[in-house]
Structures are given as structure tokens and as C-alpha cells.
């Protein structure tokens, strides 16, 4: 059977959707939907379907399978909404939302119709999890090989212009993007670091904008201190003012090992044991025309989405397990006494 796909949102990580819609068996991209009539008219030239300025018009007039949200973050929850009303599946780009609150309403919105027979599922992109060495890194916790956690260490030390935040003025602001470096760069470094230590009962740290306080309210630096269950905790450095990018790290201190996972395309795990042993994996190359810091894994990511849709359970990375990576960023805002309180 075929599902037919609409497409919210053409700026750039819509690339690596086209791209995966495209390439995967039994979808088919019927239409795209955006409120900037140049965004809408290159990506209608590039996939040749008709285009529409909202999520409900598209809805109403071709009446997609599922809808890929990729939209500003102000933006992510009302299409999914509509979608939703109209018994629509949603794969929605992360963050969840730009606020808590809104974050929320699609989280009860899911719950109140997930009980009906074929209830739509909604999935949030944090591909990073589909990752060779996110899943062999998270197969050796669960089985208790690399004993007891001590401690870990993860960073994002990036680069940003003030032309990148010049030619897109939302993702510098609170009110469009919800925050800077930590809900749009460091997020999924923040959800992967939550998801292999079990979570985080509480965060410390601050947040501060050290070089494009001329052209951005949010921060572009961030040190924070994550506290796990089992009294593990996460030193977490993330900054976009760097000259250039290095590569994102996670490192756990274990009992039988020292762990490093590596991303960019040089990425990999490596496992250095107690024993003198060390074993490597390598990560996947990148394919995708779109930016290679956003992961390797988005068609896998898609794939899995549409595979599941038929499983009675709720997709895996649904709104409740997207809502931990926001409540970290948003309690780091809060502490910093920065942004807005929702």
C-alpha cells in the first residue's frame, strides 16, 4: 500500500525528507505546504507537486496519509494539531515545541486520541538515536557489560555566523525559536546523553550569549551539570563560537571501561576496557544532500516510522520521550533567568 505524504515546512533540513520520502518504497509525496511564497515555490519546481500556504489547506485539499512537519519551531505544533484532528500521522522535526506549553498540548492531544482504533501516531525526528554507535553504546548499558556509570561528558562546539542567524531572524529570537544553541544545535546531543544515562532528575548550569548579542536574544553558549538517577552525572559544554566546528563527544567514565562516541563524519564508539582491550565501530557514512552534522540516520529514522505504523504501541520517540530534552534546555533558561517562563 502506498501512504501518501504531505510536507509542512520547505526550508532547509525539508532536503532530507524530500530526500527520504523519495528514496523509500511506498511513499509518495503529494503536496507541500509553506507560508513563505519563495520557500513554497522552489520546493513545488523541486518535487513537482502542488503547494499550498498552511497545513489545513494542504490537508483538506489532498488529504495526505501522514504530514512531515519541518517548520520553525514556533510553528511545529499547529500543523501537527490539524493533522492529528483529521486523523492524520505526523513526523515532526524536533524540538517538540518552543515552549513547554505548547509541548504539552500535543502530548495531551496524542493521549486523547491514542486509544481509538487506528488512532494516528506522531514521531519526533531525534535521529541521532538511529546512530550505529548511539545504539551499540545504548545495547552495552542496557546489558550491564560496561558495569556502573561514574560519570560522563558530553560537548557541541560548533560554529555560527551572524549572517546565519541574519538570513533566518526566527531562530534568534525566544519567541519564534524558543531558545538558541541548546533547543536548535545541542538538543540532540542533550536527548542522546538523557536516553543512554536514564534520564535526568536535575539540571545546573547557565546559559550566556558571548558573541551575537548583536544580532540574537538567545544564547550561544551553555555549561551545564545534568544529574542522573543513581547520582551519575553529565558535565555538558556546548558553544556556537568556535571557528570552527569539532566534532560532537559523549564520554562515560564506566566501571570495565572508558567510552567515547564520536559524531561528524569521522564518527564512530570507541570502547578502550579495563582489560587493555580496544574495540571500535565506525559510523555510517552520510548520504543526504543536507548538512552532515545533522546526523546519518534521518531516512532510518523514517523508515522505522512507517514500518510501525501498523504496531498497536505508540511510536518510540513519540511527544512524551521528546518532552525530556525540552524540560533540560527549558530548566537551563530558567536558571539563567532568561526567556519566556512557558
Not at 502530548?107 to 541521532?128: D, H, R
Not at 560519570?151 to 519567541?175: C, F, L, N, Q
Not at 547520582?231 to 570552527?244: D, E, V, W, Y
Not at 540516520?297 to 512507517?306: K, Q, T, V
Amino acid at each position: 500500500m502506498t501512504r501518501r505524504i504531505g510536507l509542512i515546512g520547505c526550508g532547509d533540513v525539508s532536503v532530507v525528507h524530500i530526500e527520504a520520502i523519495r528514496d523509500i518504497e511506498d511513499l509518495e509525496l503529494v503536496g507541500v505546504a509553506d507560508t513563505d511564497p519563495q520557500a513554497l515555490s522552489r520546493a513545488m519546481a523541486a518535487t513537482g507537486v502542488p503547494g499550498f500556504a498552511g497545513a489545513q489547506e494542504l490537508i483538506d485539499a489532498v488529504g495526505p496519509d501522514a504530514v512531515h512537519v519541518t517548520t520553525p519551531h514556533d510553528q511545529h505544533v499547529g500543523p501537527s494539531l490539524a493533522a492529528l484532528a483529521a486523523g492524520v500521522h505526523v513526523l515532526q522535526e524536533k524540538p517538540l515545541a518552543h515552549t513547554l506549553e505548547e509541548g504539552r498540548r500535543l502530548v495531551e492531544a496524542l493521549e486523547s486520541t491514542s486509544t481509538s482504533p487506528g488512532a494516528p501516531k506522531v514521531g519526533i525526528c531525534f535521529q541521532n538515536r538511529y546512530n550505529l554507535a548511539s545504539q551499540r553504546l545504548h545495547q552495552l548499558l542496557g546489558s550491564g557489560e560496561l558495569g556502573a556509570v561514574r560519570g560522563a561528558w558530553a560537548s557541541v562546539v560548533w560554529t555560527r555566523s551572524a549572517d546565519y542567524y541574519r538570513a533566518k531572524p526566527w531562530r534568534g529570537t525566544w519567541a519564534s525559536s524558543g531558545g538558541g544553541l541548546l533547543i536548535n544545535q545541542a538538543i540532540h546531543t542533550l536527548d542522546l546523553v538523557q536516553w543512554l544515562l536514564g534520564g535526568v532528575e536535575r539540571t545546573d548550569g547557565h546559559v550566556a550569549t558571548r558573541k551575537y548579542g548583536e544580532v540574537i536574544e538567545v544564547e550561544d553558549t551553555a555549561e551545564l551539570l545534568l544529574h542522573h538517577p543513581g547520582g551519575i552525572t553529565t558535565s555538558f559544554f556546548a558553544t556556537l563560537t568556535a571557528p570552527q566546528h569539532r566534532p560532537v563527544e559523549i564520554e562515560l567514565d564506566c566501571e570495565r571501561a572508558y567510552v567515547t562516541l564520536r559524531g561528524g563524519t569521522d564518527g564512530g564508539l570507541t570502547i578502550r576496557w579495563a582489560d587493555g582491550r580496544v574495540e571500535t565501530l565506525a559510523e555510517r557514512s552520510v548520504t543526504s544532500g543536507g548538512r552532515s552534522y545533522w546526523g546519518v540516520s534521518h531516512e532510518l529514522l523514517i523508515r522505522d516510522f512507517y514500518e510501525r505504523l501498523d504496531d498497536p504501541e505508540p511510536f518510540w520517540i513519540g511527544p512524551g520521550e521528546a518532552m525530556a530534552s525540552l524540560e533540560i534546555l527549558k530548566d537551563a533558561y530558567r536558571l539563567s533567568g532568561v526567556g519566556p517562563r512557558g
